[in-house]
């Protein structure tokens, strides 16, 4: 048997109905990542190739899972020797380093809880964060300006939960050295029992929820949530075992395991991990080429930035399956792709809160502008608001009605009243909205507070922008309202311009008719503004709340 037959009895499906009606997956009542599939694969193939890394400086290292159970083994005893048990809080800040796979695999040996964090972050944010999850030890990768370390130096007097500071790489003062402490602890280390047994409905990752608004929220996954990941990596972006997957993420985005971690190596699966300072296309396409990625999934931005830069000269000859998530995929990067490439986009669509919803399978042919249809793991439906299904065509609220699912979150961690208004019906209110064609296919329309209500008319922001990025002129754009006293509201774009390109009132002219031809005449841009760079929240969602309001809106005119 092998180790992915352990948990799923069944792996073959003949179509999507097949999928959906019989995949199941086995969960273990003491599932443990660490052990069960890190040393698990070290066992059976020690010299499994698990982790391929490099960085912008020429550093590469690769890692066999048998090197990972060896080196997160002494790392869980490392951790140990910190007062680091079942149930406490770790706040990892890494980058893509290669540490971050061997600290994760470590802390789940330990019954420990992981919060991954981006390199962003300033001392009002690690703050707050340290102390609402009373995080115990912090894990930071001091880079070249050393930014996050001076932010988490700033932050840690007003911590008090933090008991221990771990710096990567080299030496700083006040910190305790990753590389020199693991010297000391044995490759082994013995699986917990009796009252530290650790269980798969045990808390083992919370991840702050980058919110366009409000404060973030701790979502909190238990030690069955990988388990969930095996549809996202295997049937979504359709991993191959023994060939290099990439996925563009930073370990403090919940896209790092859903593409980096979990699924893939449960799968057999060599992440490739480009550790990259910032992202650069022509850097990034060059990787790709040269370490023959098999399969590739990235945000829809990266591919239109790729695109902007020019395909030709790299070498995407290896890429088998290519995919997209994070936001929205318009038909105008899907059809690029697939001219450059010669491959269909599989767009795939969750959240922070789960596993893969919905998404693009192998079983059906993927449709341009559709985010595909839903896991075998979640039922998923369309509903309105006094929660009654729609009917095909109808914009609605997505929401998942099997809340035990593996994969979903337990709730908001140490927020009870969040959680239940989440869980409100007895059903997960994902907060999105979208509608379903006769076929079975899902179209997004927007999040729900990001609806634009005019004279009467709904308007989805993602279709004005979708549109908007099939001129040339476009490289990325955010659709939001703006008031008007007539109306109500009005649309707004805020674009960023490709190369070549200048703010003018002609073009915002041609804009504004390029929408006109190609949607409803009424779901037109009234105000038009131009930006060097959208906002971005940490986690790499557009900061669409920042940009409304940013100008008067234009006289009122007829439609």
């Not at 981006?118 to 944010?125: E, R, S």
């Not at 109808?394 to 140490?414: C, D, P, Q, W």
């Not at 969602?541 to 439609?559: D, H, S």
Request: hydrophobic fraction near 40%; proline fraction near 7%.
């Amino acid at each position: 048997m092998s180790l992915l037959e352990k948990y799923l009895p069944r792996m073959e499906f003949s179509s999507y109905e097949d999928f959906i009606g019989n995949y199941k997956v086995n969960v273990p009542e003491d599932f443990n990542f660490g052990f069960d599939i890190i040393d698990g694969w070290a066992g059976a193939e020690p010299d499994k190739q698990a982790l391929i890394w490099c960085d912008d400086n020429g550093a590469e290292r690769r890692f066999t899972f048998g090197d990972l159970s060896a080196l997160s083994n002494r790392a869980a005893g490392y951790f140990k020797s910190l007062g680091v048990g079942k149930g406490d809080v770790v706040m990892c800040v890494l980058r893509r380093r290669y540490e971050y796979w061997i600290v994760a695999a470590a802390l789940c040996k330990l019954g420990a809880v992981i919060i991954p964090a981006v390199m962003q972050l300033t001392a009002k944010d690690i703050i707050y964060r340290l102390n609402m999850a009373k995080v115990k030890v912090v894990v930071c990768y001091d880079d070249s300006d050393g930014f996050i370390v001076s932010q988490m130096e700033q932050a840690l007097p007003e911590c008090p939960s933090v008991t221990a500071r771990i710096v990567t790489p080299g030496a700083r003062e006040g910190w305790l050295p990753w590389e020199s402490a693991l010297g000391g602890f044995p490759d082994t280390f013995e699986r917990p029992s009796g009252d530290s047994r650790i269980l798969a409905d045990d808390p083992m990752l919370i991840y702050f929820t980058s919110g366009t608004t409000g404060l973030p929220k701790m979502a909190l996954h238990n030690f069955a949530h990988p388990l969930g990941h095996i549809v996202t990596a295997k049937y979504w972006q359709q991993v191959r075992e023994n060939k290099p997957h990439m996925s563009v993420s930073d370990s403090g985005w919940a896209k790092f395991g859903w593409g980096k971690m979990y699924g893939q190596l449960i799968c057999g699966a060599p992440v490739f991990a480009y550790d990259m300072e910032k992202f650069v296309p022509a850097k990034l396409m060059e990787n790709i080429g040269k370490y023959r990625v098999a399969t590739f999934c990235a945000p829809p931005t990266m591919y239109r930035f790729m695109l902007a830069d020019g395909m030709d000269g790299y070498d995407f000859s290896s890429i088998e399956h290519c995919g997209n998530a994070g936001e929205p995929l318009s038909p105008e990067v899907f059809n690029k792709i697939k001219d450059a490439w010669g491959l269909d986009m599989h767009e795939g669509f969750g959240q922070t809160e789960s596993t893969v919803l919905i998404a693009n399978f192998e079983w059906f042919a993927p449709r341009p502008g559709s985010m595909g249809k839903p896991s075998p793991l979640y039922d998923v439906d369309i509903v309105d608001e006094d929660g009654n299904p729609c009917e095909d065509g109808e914009e609605g609220r997505v929401i998942v009605r099997n809340t035990s699912a593996v994969g979903l979150f337990k709730g908001y961690h140490l927020d009870e009243k969040l959680t239940a208004e989440a869980f409100a019906g007895g059903v997960y209110d994902t907060g999105d909205r979208a509608w379903r064609d006769p076929d079975g296919y899902y179209y997004f329309v927007g999040r729900g507070d990001d609806m634009i209500k005019c004279s009467g008319y709904r308007i989805g922001p993602f279709e004005v922008e979708s549109v908007l990025c099939e001129h040339d002129a476009v490289l990325e754009c955010a659709v939001t309202a703006a008031p008007d006293p007539k109306r109500g509201q009005v649309v707004k774009a805020t674009v960023v311009l490709n190369k070549g390109w200048a703010p003018s009132d002609v073009l915002v002219k041609e804009l504004q008719d390029h929408v006109k031809r190609l949607t409803a005449p009424y779901k037109y841009p009234r105000i038009v503004e131009f930006i060097d760079e959208l906002p971005k929240t940490v986690g790499g969602k557009i900061k669409r709340a920042q940009l409304r309001n940013t100008r008067e809106p234009p006289p009122c005119v007829p439609y």
